[in-house]
Every structure is written in structure tokens, then in C-alpha cells.
């Protein structure tokens, strides 16, 4: 059963403060940011007032915890039949984590019950030493804060070596790719992590004394009409993006949405897969772009 | 009843997170199908969970809601947040951290003695405080034992409960997976679960292409998993996509196909009325009931891998007949990467390299329509478009024609 209470925001909040309770240390203002901080907006009216009222008998008068020990909670069998089916992930080879415990735990799922038909076939090589190595290390850098220098081939094959402050790794499920977010001397790098071929741990850095670049993003406003159950299937599409949806009349609307430009290419091919369902009415450069490839296209059928 | 924060079933805020995420147009009033006070109460709770994610317009036709986040900058699902916000009773809470604070030091109870211990050793702090029964107590240790919670044991004529986490995993070392897989893996939220019991989670990943949409669809899949894994068949209820009206499909749930490029999520399964392979939208089943095992299960999975092999998307066609096509596509001296999409995109079929500027590939699938849109993303290269299927054909040129009007002819901008 997923939707369990034992879950729960609420569950968990009081488990928090009960914790502190256990130590001495919880005032009235503490038990407010516990629960701004770990339950919901709202949940500041409810939790303290079910505590102190006795609602839930569980804090004395003094806000000391009843209980003997503080709470703690075992694993529930479907946490661990989640972590035994990751297991057999072949990305869990990045990440090693101590399996001691899932012994005997049988997998929630199989890997092959999922089917990611549409997924790209160059994904990274979860397998390859090498990579596992500049991985971790990198994950490795990221997590202690230290720089890096990071030997890779770019994508026209020619050799680099960087002296990087990388920051995330960001994984994309239709590419099956990690790239390596890093700021460097120049500006923001990008490195797909299939194309490192080392990873060196240098000193570390003040995380303060760095600001990440900024994206340079773009907003694309388009207009959908609502034909062959298009609304749905570009919203759909589009979901992942900051965007605003509007109607305009009857099966028109208007969707801005905000992207990357290094990404423009990537998002061009997106909107043209639509046909005449999507509309590009800003930015005008990408309004150009659409027009000339549909005008080399109409060109090479003409031919 | 008064309002809460917290709901007892998931399935109505289901429905509204999803209109509030991908749509986001719609104003109050166009929530007509259920009330105006069950709309405000949504919203209001969608709002203390995850207000940062929300914002509103406002037009002619009211005030908008909608969700909007760009998946590629948080580091968490925000929408696991509804799997948090189960409603329970007071005497749920207070029992669950009575229960395993008895059995904290590893010692085994009976439900009467855990009822002695709650009345001795807590109740008795609190004047008029509710009184727990042993049948009560004992449903709770039930509750838990079949969550995993507890484990136990015959004693005699009683039964002795016991916490489990004798053999227990660390979780520290799993934190950067978690962070990981609560994102990626299809049942995540689980993971989200687990890093709220982390004092330091990771914060190393962010991630592109995210259909954040799928893990409100996590309570059927998890129903659908567990059918597949014991092997049984289910009863599914299912909304509608065009009427909107419920109907039920008995299955054998086979395998869960998951687009990483639509957003949508499918369930496989054998259709017994119907005798033949049925894919189901996951966001449109409502209710899964488990059913029997299945004596056939190998046979249907065999069905399976045989239709898998000409399936470009989740459609079978009109006819469960194939459709042969080729695409040629010209690419310019540098333009190599053409060729690698090709190699890597294509999900089905062959690349062949006519020329060193020119390529075609070539398949077979069911239903050759699911291919156009990928075809449109070579707009602007393709030489020769062939096709067994005439209506795919004229669907293309005809979609052409309307781009090319849409955007006014061009043959301008060519240089």
C-alpha cells in the first residue's frame, strides 16, 4: 500500500519533534519551523495544537516526550523490495550503495516488466570501468565540494582538458545520458560523461565564492490548434518546461513557454513533430528557422 | 466535515493535479463535473503542499490555476508531496509511535501487553486521554505486520510481535542513489519516502526531459507490478479518455511500456474477452483489483515479445497488419550527426548509407501513422518518402502543405 499515513508528511514532523523533545531542546518556535520545514503549508495550524492539547497524547506539559526512546521506524517491506529491485538497474553500478540487509528481500519489480520503447540506443556505458571510475569522481567532487580536471573528447573528436567547479549531474531518461554541469574560466560546460576519459580530484573550493552562470533562456510562445487530440499531447509533451497555457477561442491556444537556447535545435524538431498543430509566433529567429526547413523540405519533394 | 490538508483517497486529487499541471487554462467554472466547494478544497490543499509551484492569470474567464515548474532545476518531484498528505486518526498517530517505542529495545509483546504497557507507562501522563482495546491494538499490529513493520510470532496461545529492523539497511550509503532513482525510477516516490528519512540527502542530480506527470500514477502501478510479479490477472476500471465514463477490463497485466518523450505511461496486458493484446493509459486507470494466477502467463508473455518486434509505438493499427516504410534522407557535408539519429532513434528497422551524403532507412511496424511524428523531425532533409500505407503518405504531404501555410510559404529564407 503506497498511500500510507506511515508515509506521511505528519508522521514524520512528529517523529521530528518528538526527537527534539527527547533531548530537551523543544520550545514552541522550534516545533513551528519543524513543521514549516518537513509538513505542508498549512500544517502549522494542525500538528502543534494536536500535540499540546493531548490530541495525540505524545509531549507532557513541559514538551517532553513520553516515549522511551526516540521514534524511529524500520524499513516497510516495499522500501526494501524497491531498493532490491534497483539493484538490478545497471546505473545502481554507479552509486555502490551497502546492499547488507536486502538479502532475502525479494524485488518489487523485474527490470525487463518496464519498456522504454522510445528511449534513445546510445545510452552511456553503465557497464565500462572507466566510466563507473569518472563517475564517482565526479559525484565524488561535487558532494566534497573540490575541483576537478576532466579530460574529455568534444563532440567534433578533438582532445580537452579542463580545470572545472562542476555542480550537478543531470541525467535526461530519453537520451540515457549524464552530462556533467561544471563552471569553468570561460562560462558554463556541459560534458556529456560518456566522453571523459579521466577525472582528477583537485583542491577544494569555497562554495560561496562561486555563482553559477546563468541559462541563457529563451521564451517560445505558440499557438495549438486543438485538432487530432493535440492539446493533450503537446501539454503532455511540453510538461517538463515552465510554461503558461491560455485560451484563446474555441480549439486555439496559446502555450509560452520558456527554454534553453543551446537546446533551440533540439526544441525545433520537437515543434515540427506536431505538423500544423503547433504554431511558432515568437521568437522570430525561430519562427525563421521553421520556415526555411519546411521550405528546403517542400524544395527537395519538388525535385 | 471540516476542511483538512489531508485526504483519504488519492484519486480526486489525482484528477485536479494533473488538470492543474498539464493544462492550467481552465477556470473555476470549467471544473463543472464536480462542485465548486470540492474545487476550492482541492486547490487550497494542492496549494499548502506545493504552493511554490503554483501560480494564477486571470481572464475574462476567471481565475486560473496551474502548476508549472521547469523539471531541469529542482531536485525533487514536487508532486510526491500528495503521497504524503494521507489523512489519519488520532488514535492512528498516537498508537503507530506507542507501538514502536514498545518494541524499540527489540523485545517481543503480546497486544494485551502492549495494551497494559500504552495505559501504564504513556496514558497515564495525560488525564481523560482515550483508552486503547486490545481488538484496536491488535488490528494496528496486524496493519504492520503485513507492512513490514512487524514481524510475529506464536507463543503459546498468544501471538508476540516484534520490530523487523533487526537486519537493517544504511541508508546513508544510498543517499546519492536515492536522490537518483527517487527521480528516475518509474516507482520514485518510494524513494522519496526513504530520503525523508535522511538528515543529509543528496542534492548532486538535476534532470532534462522529466515528465514529472507520471508518479501521480504511482498507487495504480504499484497494484499493476504486483499483479505481474505474482503472475495473476486484474480487474481494471478505466476512465475513458473520450467519454470520460468508466468501464472495467479483466487483464493479465504483462509489461508497463513508458515513453520518455510523450509523458505517458501504458499498460500491456491480455484483453480475455477480447483474445488479444490491449494497452492501457496508466493516468486513465482508476482501480486495479488483483485476481487470480494465471496458468498462461508464459504463453500471453510470448504473445508479447512476438507483437513487440513491429511496434514503433503502443498502436497495433486497424488490422494488426504491417506497414512498410522508408525514408531517404540527404545530409550535407558535416552533418553526420543526421546519420547517428537516424542510428540511434530508430526503434525498429535498418539505416543504410546509399551515398556518403545520403541514407535510408527502412521498417515494418503495425501501425506506420505513429511514425510521423518522428518523420516530421526530418523535415527539410527527406529526398523520398515511401509507404505501403497511402493514408500516411497523404497525411504527411498534407501536413506539409498546411506548415508551409502556416508560416506563409518561405521559399525566401532559402540561400
Known sequence: MLFSEIYGSYFNVVAAVLSEASDGKLTDRRMTELVREKAFAESALA??????????????????????????????????????????????????????????VDPLYAQDTFILFDQYADG?????????????????????????????????????????????????????????????????????????????????????????????????????????????????????????????????????????????????????????????????????LMRKRIAVQKQRFCQ | MAYSELVKSFERIRSYMREFYVYGFKSREEYSIKSARSYDNERRRIESWIGDFMSFHQDTSGKNVFLSVDSRRIPHNPLHKAFKAKSFTDKDITL????????????????????????????????????????????????????????????????????????????NTWADALSFFSEEDPLGVIGSFLIDKLEKPSDSFR??????????????LCDLLAAIDEKRAAELTVKSLRSGRDYQRTVCPLKIYVSTQSGRQYLLGYHYRGRHLSFFRLDAIKKVTIGNVEKHYSKYLGYQEKFDQHLWGVSTGP????????????????????????????????????????????????????????????????????????????????????????YGGGNDVIQ
Open chain 1, 124 to 288: 552511456d556505458p553503465y557497464g565500462d570501468p572507466a566510466y563507473i571510475a569518472c563517475f564517482q569522481t565526479a559525484l565524488k567532487a561535487i558532494r566534497k565540494k573540490r575541483k576537478l580536471r576532466i579530460r574529455f573528447r568534444g563532440h567534433t573528436g578533438a582532445r580537452h582538458s579542463i580545470e572545472c567547479i562542476p555542480y550537478r549531474l543531470e541525467y535526461s531518461a530519453k537520451d540515457d545520458k549524464f552530462r556533467l554541469l561544471a563552471t569553468g574560466k570561460r562560462r558554463l560546460n556541459t560534458i556529456n560523461m560518456a566522453r571523459v576519459r579521466s577525472c582528477e580530484l583537485l583542491d577544494a573550493y569555497d562554495p560561496k565564492s562561486i555563482t553559477l552562470p546563468q541559462e541563457n533562456s529563451e521564451e517560445l510562445v505558440m499557438l495549438l490548434h486543438d485538432e487530432r487530440n493535440g492539446l493533450e499531447r503537446v501539454l503532455l509533451h511540453f510538461s517538463h518546461f515552465e510554461k503558461e497555457t491560455q485560451k484563446l477561442a474555441d480549439r486555439l491556444y496559446q502555450i509560452r513557454l520558456r527554454y534553453d537556447k543551446d537546446d533551440e535545435t533540439e526544441l525545433l524538431i520537437r515543434v515540427l513533430s506536431f505538423g500544423p498543430v503547433l504554431e511558432v509566433i515568437e521568437p522570430s529567429a525561430f519562427v525563421t
Open chain 2, 319 to 406: 488490422d494488426h497488419n504491417l506497414d512498410h516504410i522508408e525514408m531517404t534522407v540527404h545530409f550535407d557535408p558535416g552533418e553526420e550527426f543526421v546519420l547517428h539519429r537516424l542510428e540511434r532513434e530508430k526503434r525498429h528497422g535498418t539505416v543504410e548509407l546509399l551515398d556518403s551524403q545520403t541514407c535510408r532507412f527502412s521498417a515494418d511496424v503495425y501501425d506506420a501513422s505513429e511514425i510521423l511524428p518522428w518523420l516530421r523531425t526530418f523535415i527539410g532533409r527527406i529526398v523520398d518518402l515511401k509507404c505501403s500505407s497511402q493514408y500516411v503518405l497523404d497525411m504527411f504531404q498534407e501536413d506539409l502543405a498546411r506548415m508551409d501555410a502556416l
Open chain 2, 207 to 220: 534532470f532534462k526531459h522529466h515528465y514529472m506527470l507520471h508518479a501521480l500514477d504511482s498507487d495504480v
Open chain 1, 47 to 104: 500538528i502543534p495544537a494536536a500535540l499540546k492539547s493531548g490530541t495525540w497524547p505524545l509531549l507532557d506539559q513541559e514538551y517532553h516526550s513520553i516515549l522511551h526512546h526516540k521514534p524511529t521506524m524500520p524499513l516497510t517491506m516495499l522500501q526494501k523490495r524497491w531498493l532490491k529491485a534497483l539493484l538490478s538497474d545497471p546505473r545502481i553500478a554507479l552509486f555502490d550503495p551497502d546492499t547488507t540487509g536486502l538479502e532475502d
Open chain 2, 96 to 171: 503507530h509511535f506507542y507501538v514502536m517505542d514498545l518494541l524499540a529495545d527489540g523485545s517481543a509483546l503480546s497486544s494485551r501487553e502492549i495494551v497494559d504497557c500504552i495505559n501504564d507507562d504513556y496514558l497515564s501522563h495525560f488525564s481523560g486521554a482515550f483508552s486503547p482495546d486490545e481488538s484496536t491494538v491488535r488490528k494496528k499490529l496486524k496493519e504492520y505486520e503485513a507492512l513490514g513493520l512487524l514481524s510475529s510470532e506464536k507463543c503459546g496461545r498468544e501471538v508476540l510481535y516484534r520490530r523487523t529492523d533487526d537486519n537493517t539497511v544504511d541508508l
